[in-house]
Structures are given as structure tokens and as C-alpha cells.
């Protein structure tokens, strides 16, 4: 049991670069989400959804698009990125039970 | 704008010593509350859940919520060197899990 994964670790990208963000759950989940986390500060919700297919927008997110194709996965892809999405993301998932499981983060840099 | 506080510290404490973390919320509408546990590089990890006014034990920690405060705090007895990390508070409004806020976490030092 892998619990939730991310891919990849880190990367560096350059303005105006796109990427896609890999979020696996092996935990038979409904519910999964993405956060940023900027150094000093809490997180912050960026996407979540409920079930696949189903998507909705949290806190912070512009600049951000998801999609929920499966249950196991929830990708996030950035357009266009922007110095100010240099961040740490987690993806998380959790069950009905409101206790979130997290992945190991990706660290993005961009230049 | 819901805000989820907390002391960022950094909060130091001897080994053996009780360590306490405060958290206080603006939603009087929240419904559940957590303790993460976070090492530094690391993600976050669950360590205790609390949804009743009251205490709640498990192992050496405590979580103590007073809704008609808006407070929620955890307390770590004989507090060990490996339980040095950052502790976020997360709060949430409702029943599902789309509105989920967190403190900025306050950073916890055990010394030997």
C-alpha cells in the first residue's frame, strides 16, 4: 500500500513554462485535494474533488487547472507559470472521515 | 476571512516536559479539528482529530477543543527529542472536506 504519491520531487521551470503534477492514490479515496505551501506559512488549498469526474476550486486557484479522470488520480497542471507559484504542493486524500492523508510534496521553482 | 491562528514560536521545551500548542479560529461554524505533525522536507502527518467540545487522549497527546472560545490546543506529555517539528492546526467548516483552513504551524523544539 503506496498511500499517496507524487511526481515529480522537484523541478525548476522557467517563466511562462506548463507543467502537469502527478497525484496517485492507492487507497480506494473519494476525496482528493492539492495545497501549496509557502515557506513560514500554512496550507493553502488550491483544487479538491469528491469523486471523479467532479472538480471545485479552493482557496488559490488561479493559475491552476485539475482534472479527476479516475479515482486514483488527480493531476495539477500549471499554465503559464509565475515566480509567484514557486512552492511547495501536496496532494492529499481522505475517505468520509475529514482525515487527510498526504504525499511527499512536490518542491516547484520558477525562474 | 476565516483565519485559523497560531504562535508560530519557536516553542522549547526540556525532554520529559509537557508541551502545549494553542490554536485559535474565526469560524464559529467549524465542525472538526485536527493536529499534523510536520517534519522539516516533509509533508504532513495526522496525529490527532477532534470534532466535541472536550478532551480527547491518545497515547501522549491530548487535544482539548472549546467551541464557545473557538480553541483548540494539543498537549504532548513527556515530550521526547523526535517530537521536534512544526504542529499545524487545521480547521474545518462543514461535514465534507472542501473548506479545510490551517494555521501557519508553530515550530516545537524538544531538548535532551
Known amino acids: 500500500n503506496a498511500g499517496v504519491t507524487q511526481t515529480p520531487k522537484f523541478r525548476i521551470l522557467k517563466i511562462g513554462q506548463s507543467m502537469t503534477l502527478q497525484c496517485t492514490q492507492d487507497m480506494n479515496h473519494n476525496y482528493m485535494y492539492w495545497y501549496r505551501q509557502d515557506p513560514g506559512m500554512g496550507l493553502k488549498l488550491i483544487y479538491y474533488s469528491v469523486g471523479a469526474g467532479i472538480t471545485d476550486k479552493g482557496e488559490v486557484p488561479n493559475g491552476y487547472n485539475v482534472s479527476r479522470s479516475t479515482t486514483e488520480d488527480f493531476p495539477l497542471r500549471l499554465e503559464l507559470a509565475a515566480p509567484s507559484q514557486t512552492s511547495v504542493y501536496f496532494c492529499?486524500?481522505?475517505?468520509?472521515?475529514?482525515?487527510?492523508?498526504f504525499g511527499p510534496g512536490t518542491r516547484l521553482t520558477v525562474l | 476571512q476565516k483565519e485559523v491562528e497560531q504562535n508560530s514560536g519557536p516553542l522549547s521545551v526540556p525532554e520529559g516536559a509537557i508541551a502545549s500548542l494553542n490554536c485559535t479560529y474565526s469560524d464559529r461554524g467549524s465542525q472538526s479539528f485536527f493536529w499534523y505533525r510536520q517534519y522539516s522536507g516533509k509533508s504532513p502527518e495526522l496525529i490527532m482529530s477532534?470534532?466535541?467540545?472536550g478532551d480527547k487522549e491518545d497515547g501522549r497527546f491530548t487535544a482539548q477543543l472549546n467551541k464557545a472560545s473557538q480553541y483548540v490546543s494539543l498537549l504532548i506529555r513527556d515530550s521526547q527529542p523526535s517530537d521536534s517539528a512544526t504542529y499545524l492546526c487545521a480547521v474545518n467548516e462543514g461535514y465534507n472536506n472542501n473548506d479545510m483552513r490551517f494555521g501557519a504551524g508553530t515550530r516545537l523544539t524538544v531538548k535532551p
Open positions: 492529499a486524500s481522505s475517505y468520509f472521515d475529514n482525515e487527510q492523508f
Open positions: 477532534i470534532y466535541s467540545n
